[in-house]
Each structure stands twice: as C-alpha cells, then as structure tokens.
C-alpha cells in the first residue's frame, strides 16, 4: 500500500509535470524547488529565509535592492530627500501602482500613502487594529530598532510621506529595503477586518509585486501567475510554481528530472555531480552569512568569560568546516565575512586547545563532568548544510574536556521561537545579510535584541559593545563607523558570547534553459526578469 507521504509526493511530481508542460505554445511556467513552507505570506511577522522567499514575488518595498547587487534603488517610493541633520526623510510615491487582483480581492484604487501607513503603523502602533492579529510578533521591526528610531510617520498628500526619526540612522535606507518594510494593501485589509477574517491578509496575500498570489498547499506547491500590470522589471515567465520539497537529495533529484527549473540549498556532497552534469547551472558567490554557536550568557556556567572561551577553544573549528562544508565554506573568526567593509583582519580567533580549555574551565570553578544541552538546527541553511553533523562533532570534541552535550532540537518554527525566548543553554544559529551594511550583522549581539523574544541568541549585553553599536548607526562617517566596528569586533572576541564556526559559499543549481537568473548576495531568490530558453 502507497503511503500518505509517497502518494502526496507523487501528486505533486504530477502537479507540477502538467504545470510545466503548459499549454507549451503560448505559456511559460518556472518551477523553483524550496526548502520548506512559509509561515505565512506577511514578511513583518516572519524571520525565515523560507518565508522571506515565499512572499517576495508578491510584495514591493519603498526602497529595492537592484536584483543581484547590495545597491539600493526606488521601489514604490520613486525618490526621496533627506533633511541636512538627518532626521526627516520625505518619500515621493510611485503613481499608477496597481494591487493585485484575486479571487477575493479586486482593488477599487491605486497605491498609495495609506497604504504605507497601514504597513508601518500595523508594526509599530500596539492599539493598531491589526497589531495582534496573526500573533502578532514583529522581529523585524524591533531588531532594526524601529520602534525607538522612528518618532512618526504622516501622510503629507496622497503620493507623499514623510518619517521622523528620534536620531539620524545611517543604515535605515538599506534596512526599509528589507522584507520586513513590504507593503500591504489597506483596502484589502479593510475588506478582510469587515469580514471577520483579519488573518487572511497573511494567508492569502495581496501585493503590488511581480507576481501574484493565486494557492498554497502546505508542505507541497505555492502557486504564483506573472502580474501584467508590474510597474518595474517584469515575470518573463507566465507561471510560477514553488515546489516544496524539504530533502535536498529529493530537490536534486527533481532538478535533473526536470521537475524543477532552479532550487535552493543543494548538498556540498552533490556539487561535483552537479556540476559535470551538461544539462545544469551552478553558479555561485561568496556568501554574506554566519554559521555561529551561541552560549546563554544568561545561564550560568556562560555567565562567566573564562568558560565561553574555554567552549571557543574546545572545537576543532578546521574539522567541521572540511567535514561538513566540504570545501564551500571558510572558518569564521568574526560575525562578518572577509566581503564586508570594517572587516577587522586583526582579530586573533581562538585555536583549537582542549588542553587550554581544561584549564581555564577549572579556573572558572566548573567541576567536570559537566552536562549542558547542544541546540543544532533540524534544517538546511545557507550557511549551515547540516546541523546535526556539526553538533555531533561539537559533542565528541567536548567529551574531551569532560562535558556532555546532549543534542536537543525542534521543528525549525519551534526552534527559533524558544530560542529567541532563551530557553537554551547553548544552540546552532545564523545569519544571511540582509542589506550589505556592516550593521545588519552587529545588531544580532546588540543589548535590544537580548530581550525575551529578540534575535539575540547569546543574550549578550555589553555596554561598550552596545554604545559603538548605537554611535555607528547615527555616524555618517564610513572612517569612523569602520573604526567602530572593528573596535566592537575585539570586545566580541574577548567575551566570546558565541564560537564563530563559518562563512559558506552559496551555490545554486539551475537548469541551462533558465535564464536572466542573478544571484543575490543576500540570498534571495527572485524570478522577475528570469526567462525560459
């Protein structure tokens, strides 16, 4: 007898066989094989690549990245000024911006300045009538320190809005090109609220992006058709399809098949495959990311420096990186990779020392055997290929120096929100850039985000790393910024609130049909202006 999970699978393969062969005279559909299923279609609420992904092709934001570059461009905002001390910032809007049209929706105007309202107000303002729905938990918004940056948002006329900030912030032009700053349609929202379904603005969304939404089945398909009425670079392509296949063995096995036309995160054991097959694609760049192991500088015996550097000393950095990165990564000594300005080359990285490691353990009072609990990460990431693994040699290498670590994991939804909530003693965690400034990677041991709840995973609070932190972002000086981060780059070392493990490269397998596709630095996956030969 076929099982559930054989005979869901084989619907799909079906699914998506007659999707890509089309009516294959007249349409073009791009089939994208993904990781896994989005939390939901609404990018404030989530902090996942998987989920970021999901929703992009739906979505504009003010301000855009040019596809494949970190260089900012206008999105739905057509310009912008900035007053001399750096405090207002005055977007004109994009006119003639059309809301998709669904099943359920059909728009009785164009974008506008409510709807950049709505968007910004529904993260920002607790008595918002959307604020709680869908959880209502913005990451995001608070992690780039919104709600104590930004003193007001107004709407001067219909095609124009003007911020406020309580202080000059140099990285907020990048940051509102992120995901978290996409915009919703406040009629749609309003439709959705009379009805009694508030939550189908994140279920079932409507943008102004390249693509439109039209159904999801979770943990198989995604279905998106091309907007005709796009406004900037346009789906060369009349349908897209994410095929939601978890395995990355599976993704390449569909990829070869034909099944699919790009997918993501391949194996590094695969690569060679990969590569010498003359019917793919594999491009690749040095990635803007972070694999790092996280003490809760909360809990004791990481409340103390001498034990975190012990942990630092204790892993054979060298071993995991050739073992599980398999040549497509590079040992990580700070948060940033070498591809970022303000990398700081000076910094002395722990060497592998169990020895040493002993030794300062003993002089922090720790009495072996010591239990402690090992977080690893139960997906793919673009920066970790496997967690498991690396967890199993982190655990090897500890017994070395008299700890036992047992591994501990969750459902990836789970996993982060417990440990976001610091439930955690040690744990796997990462970082793809979001917007190519230095500041995207620092904030992550910042004091705002060691709240309960906040991206912080150390828990980390240190007030001479915090203030350089704070003083950068108000600086317009690259000279002195620089000089900052690198400074915060040794106070990091030195109290070591994580074991930096890698930088990866990112490689991403496609068919040689596909083109137009342009990687991008920060990991998205975007098909506007890709093509089927």
């Known amino acids: 007898m076929m099982s559930s999970s054989k005979f869901a699978g084989s619907a799909l393969a079906a699914l998506v066989a007659v999707l890509m062969a089309g009516t294959a005279a007249s349409s073009k559909t791009l089939v994208y094989c993904s990781e896994g299923s989005p939390e939901n279609f609404t990018p404030a609420l989530n902090t996942t690549g998987t989920s970021f992904d999901a929703a992009r092709p739906i979505y504009d934001e003010l301000i855009s990245f040019k596809r494949g570059t970190v260089d900012i461009e206008p999105g739905l905002a057509e310009s912008w000024t900035i007053t001399p001390d750096g405090k207002e910032i005055v977007f004109k809007l994009r006119k003639g911006v059309k809301f998709h049209t669904t099943a359920t929706f059909k728009p009785t105007r164009d974008f506008n300045a409510d709807d950049v309202l709505f968007s910004f107000e529904r993260q920002g303002k607790a008595d918002h009538p959307f604020s709680k729905v869908s959880g209502g938990v913005y990451t995001y918004y608070g992690d780039m320190d919104m709600p104590k940056l930004l003193k007001s948002i107004e709407?001067?006329?219909?095609?124009?809005?003007?911020?406020?900030?309580?202080?000059?912030?140099?990285?907020?032009?990048?940051?509102?090109?992120?995901?978290?700053?996409?915009?919703?349609?406040?009629?749609?929202?309003?439709?959705?609220?009379?009805?009694?379904?508030?939550?189908?603005?994140?279920?079932?969304?409507?943008?102004?992006?390249?693509?439109?939404?039209?159904?999801?089945?979770?943990?198989?398909?995604?279905?998106?058709?091309?907007?005709?009425?796009?406004?900037?670079?346009?789906?060369?392509?009349?349908?897209?399809?994410?095929?939601?296949?978890?395995?990355?063995?599976?993704?390449?096995?569909?990829?070869?098949?034909?099944?699919?036309?790009?997918?993501?995160?391949?194996?590094?054991?695969?690569?060679?495959?990969?590569?010498?097959?003359?019917?793919?694609?594999?491009?690749?760049?040095p990635g803007l990311n972070i694999a790092y192991w996280a003490f809760n500088t909360q809990k004791p015996p990481f409340d103390k420096k001498e034990v975190r550097q012990a942990f630092n000393m204790a892993i054979d950095k060298a071993a995991i990186v050739k073992d599980v990165y398999l040549g497509a990564g590079q040992p990580a000594k700070n948060l940033i990779p070498k591809t970022i300005w303000s990398y700081n080359d000076a910094v002395t990285d722990y060497p592998y020392d169990p020895t040493k490691a002993k030794e300062l353990l003993a002089k922090a009072g720790v009495t072996t055997p010591l239990e402690i609990d090992l977080w690893y990460m139960p997906v793919q990431r673009p920066y970790n290929p496997n967690g498991k693994r690396i967890g199993e040699?982190?655990?090897?290498?500890?017994?070395?120096?008299?700890?036992?670590?047992?591994?501990?994991?969750?459902?990836?939804?789970?996993?982060?929100?417990?440990?976001?909530?610091?439930?955690?003693?040690?744990?796997?965690?990462?970082?793809?850039?979001?917007?190519?400034?230095?500041?995207?990677?620092?904030?992550?041991?910042?004091?705002?985000?060691?709240?309960?709840?906040?991206?912080?995973?150390?828990?980390?609070?240190?007030?001479?790393?915090?203030?350089?932190?704070?003083?950068?972002?108000?600086?317009?000086?690259?000279?002195?910024?620089?000089?900052?981060?690198?400074?915060?780059?040794?106070?990091?070392?030195?109290?070591?609130?994580?074991?930096?493990?890698?930088?990866?490269?990112?490689?991403?397998?496609?068919?040689?049909?596909?083109?137009?596709?342009?990687?991008?630095?920060?990991?998205?996956?975007?098909?506007?202006?890709?093509?089927?030969?």
């Open 155 to 285: 709407k001067m006329d219909d095609y124009t809005v003007k911020m406020t900030l309580n202080e000059p912030n140099t990285p907020i032009l990048a940051n509102l090109a992120m995901d978290f700053a996409a915009i919703h349609s406040a009629e749609y929202a309003a439709q959705v609220m009379k009805a009694g379904k508030p939550e189908q603005l994140d279920q079932v969304p409507v943008g102004t992006g390249p693509f439109s939404f039209v159904s999801y089945q979770k943990d198989a398909v995604i279905r998106f058709k091309a907007n005709k009425e796009y406004w900037g670079e346009k789906a060369l392509v009349d349908d897209l399809v994410y095929a939601i296949t978890p395995d990355p063995t599976a993704r390449f096995a569909k990829l070869r098949a034909g099944e699919c036309h790009v997918m993501g995160y391949p194996r590094p054991a695969d690569l060679p495959e990969m590569q010498k097959d003359p019917l793919l694609n594999v491009i690749n760049q």
């Open 393 to 533: 040699i982190m655990q090897a290498d500890l017994e070395k120096i008299g700890v036992k670590a047992k591994l501990v994991t969750y459902e990836w939804g789970e996993y982060r929100k417990r440990l976001q909530q610091g439930e955690h003693l040690t744990a796997q965690f990462g970082w793809t850039g979001d917007n190519g400034d230095p500041d995207n990677f620092f904030f992550l041991l910042g004091c705002a985000g060691a709240r309960p709840g906040g991206g912080n995973a150390s828990k980390w609070c240190n007030k001479e790393y915090d203030d350089r932190l704070l003083k950068a972002r108000s600086s317009t000086s690259l000279e002195e910024r620089t000089k900052l981060y690198k400074e915060m780059q040794l106070i990091m070392k030195e109290e070591a609130p994580n074991f930096t493990i890698a930088h990866s490269t990112v490689y991403e397998p496609m068919r040689k049909e596909v083109s137009g596709y342009k990687q991008s630095p920060f990991n998205r996956h975007q098909f506007n202006g890709v093509d089927l030969k």
